[in-house]
């Protein structure tokens, strides 16, 4: 693959600027495609803040568990609230509780790896031990606990998601610190005198960050599919706010009487995922030829 | 081998060791006085006094664990405090609800996954890999509570081929038995299948490019012996792991399944011992989940070292 293409001589200025923007995305169908989705819920949740169809919590019985039509695109609910807007502000708790969750795996995670790599040593032994521990704590089993203990929640499912997440960020960062801390800049900066946090956040950290990135956009779709389980299983978001997971809870009832409310949340979720792994996936080739299979 | 057993065995126990202080602890972070919690505010002091007592609750911390943990390796967990039965006998009962539906939901997936990315793998560069990667992709996508409601909507609501949820017992029918598990299993069961799927397409790439597979092709061999003999074998052996990993996975995913056909298994349990504080029986069930895990991934390990003669563990 050319790197300056023969013809770009012959484009005017604007075309070329324009197909440059774009030429990250050219032979890449997984990363195009994953932001366009993502592009379009993150849009839709922020556009819902600022304009919506319909109140969605506007309860209208004269419309109750209407077909989509002009006036409801996506129909209505039991309660003749219209499903668009709630979906579109349910946008926004899914991806709120997704990205604080990943933040905290990453954030703890990275931390815990970063230590256990660099230090070595006991404390090595006793951090992965803790990792492993928790990969028997999945974020369903850590949620019910919590929720038993304190109230379920949308606090006590983001901390549950983010706990049960920590392991794959510390074994991630733990592995590229350990490749990372024996190649000759690193050894550069300490020679130089630099101290252990300097050396990490300035000459291991940057380098670490690729694969990181792309474990993320993969942990944000696995954390979002949890937030929607545990919503539904009503250990997550309050059923006062409207989240994908906590209408298809409301939905199920009454999915004989109209099947609309119980497809709109779930093709949501499945576009928000699908959306996040193919960026994962994505990023992963864009940022490491070698991985493309 | 044995060392490498022994030590695997020992470095498990530590983990459900650590697991069950971190359940018994979580008992301890509870904010404020147990007792007064699970009763309510409007508990006689009498009430309050006896489920202390009942609960251990006058007894130091330590004593109080080792006692519990001591219990809980005789399988005795305590009363629940809801049902006000041994929680071992609870659970037991569960199980004939879980656990065929965790092995059932296993059997779809592997029925389907295992095909579908052996033929990927052998099709690469025809138009048939990239489908099932993008079926695969799909799959992995859809929550699987949502396709269980989907198949609800779509073979009870509409074609009432099966039931929409509950459960007959076994010794009353097995036939209704199987009918009443067939779509939550199937639901469950296809979302793992695409885990698996990408998985087994991954694997069979890996060993398709080794030198012996291509050693294999270059002496003559015919096509099906390469493929069954050299790549397939070699592949199992990862294979093998992820489906142990993956069950895993479908005993936690089953807790929500279990919610949306109304099964009464031990998710539900343990989805009602929330509401009702039922500690013991809490601490009991989310103990055995989690001994489950560590169990998993040990005997996946032993079954690795076991399968893959060029792994040995010093």
């Known amino acids: 693959m050319a790197r300056f293409p023969a013809t770009s001589g012959f484009r005017s200025g604007l075309s070329w600027r324009i197909s440059a923007l774009f030429r990250p995305f050219r032979g890449r169908v997984n990363l195009a495609l994953g932001a366009v989705l993502i592009g379009t819920v993150v849009l839709s949740a922020l556009l819902s803040f600022v304009w919506l169809p319909y109140d969605p919590n506007v309860i209208d019985f004269g419309a109750r568990l209407a077909p989509p039509s002009a006036e409801h695109w996506l129909g209505t609910d039991h309660f003749g609230r219209d499903l668009l807007s709630r979906l579109m502000v349910g946008a926004r708790a899914t991806l709120y509780v997704g990205l604080i969750a990943v933040g905290i795996a990453l954030g703890l995670g990275g931390l815990i790896g970063a230590a256990s790599g660099y230090i070595g040593g006991v404390l090595d032994e006793l951090l992965m031990r803790v990792a492993d521990v928790l990969y028997a704590f999945p974020p369903i089993l850590l949620a019910i606990l919590l929720a038993a203990i304190y109230r379920p929640g949308t606090l006590t499912a983001m901390v549950a998601i983010g706990i049960a997440t920590i392991p794959v960020f510390a074994r991630l960062m733990r ?47 696995i954390a979002i599919l949890a937030e929607a389980a545990l919503s539904f299983l009503g250990l997550g978001t309050p059923p006062r706010v409207p989240s994908w997971g906590n209408m298809l809870r409301e939905a199920q009832s009454f999915m004989a009487l109209s099947p609309y409310p119980a497809m709109a949340p779930g093709l949501a979720i499945v576009v928000t995922v699908l959306g996040w792994s193919l960026l994962g996936d994505g990023l992963r080739d864009a940022l490491d030829p070698q991985s493309r299979r | ?131 099932i990667v993008s079926f695969a992709q799909v799959g992995a996508a859809i929550p699987s509570f949502w396709l269980g409601l989907m198949f609800i909507l779509l073979f009870s609501v509409e074609l009432g081929w099966l039931p929409a949820g509950g459960y007959v017992p076994w010794e009353r029918s097995p036939v209704s038995a199987i009918r009443s598990l067939i779509l939550p299993a199937l639901a469950l069961g296809l979302g793992q299948a695409a885990v698996i799927t990408r998985m087994t397409r991954a694997s069979m790439l890996d060993v398709q490019r080794q030198d012996y597979v291509r050693t294999a092709s270059a002496k003559g061999l015919p096509r099906r012996r390469v493929v069954l003999v050299h790549t397939l074998r070699n592949a199992m052996v990862t294979i093998v792991t992820i489906i142990g990993l993956s069950m895993a996975q479908l005993l936690v995913g089953a807790i929500v399944i279990e919610q949306v056909f109304s099964l009464p298994g031990l998710g539900r349990l343990a989805l009602t011992a929330i509401g009702a504080r039922d500690f013991p029986l809490l601490q009991a069930e989310v103990l055995l989940y989690a001994s489950a895990i560590v169990a998993l991934s040990f005997s996946v390990d032993v079954l690795y070292a076991f399968l893959d003669p060029r792994i040995r563990y010093s």
């Open chain 2, 1 to 131: 081998m044995l060392p490498y057993l022994i030590r695997r065995l020992a470095s498990a126990l530590i983990s459900i060791l650590l697991a069950a202080i971190l359940v018994f602890a979580a008992l301890l972070a509870i904010p404020g006085d147990p007792a007064e919690i699970i009763l309510g505010l409007n508990a006689s002091p009498g009430a309050a006094a006896a489920l202390r007592e009942q609960l251990g609750l006058n007894v130091p911390p330590v004593p109080r664990f080792l006692n519990w943990l001591g219990g809980a390796i005789r399988g005795d967990f305590g009363d629940s405090l809801n049902y006000r039965r041994p929680v071992s006998e609870l659970l037991a009962g569960r199980l004939q609800v879980s656990i065929p539906l965790a092995l059932g939901a296993m059997l779809i997936a592997c029925l389907i996954a295992l095909p579908l990315g052996t033929v990927a793998a052998l099709r690469q560069g025809t138009w048939l890999d990239p489908v």
């Open chain 1, 175 to 221: 592995s590229s610190v350990l490749t990372l801390k024996e190649r000759d800049f690193v050894e550069a900066g300490r020679a130089l005198g630099a101290s252990g946090g300097r050396v990490l956040w300035r000459h291991i950290l940057p380098s670490a960050l690729s694969p990181i990135l792309v474990q993320a956009s993969l942990s944000l779709a």
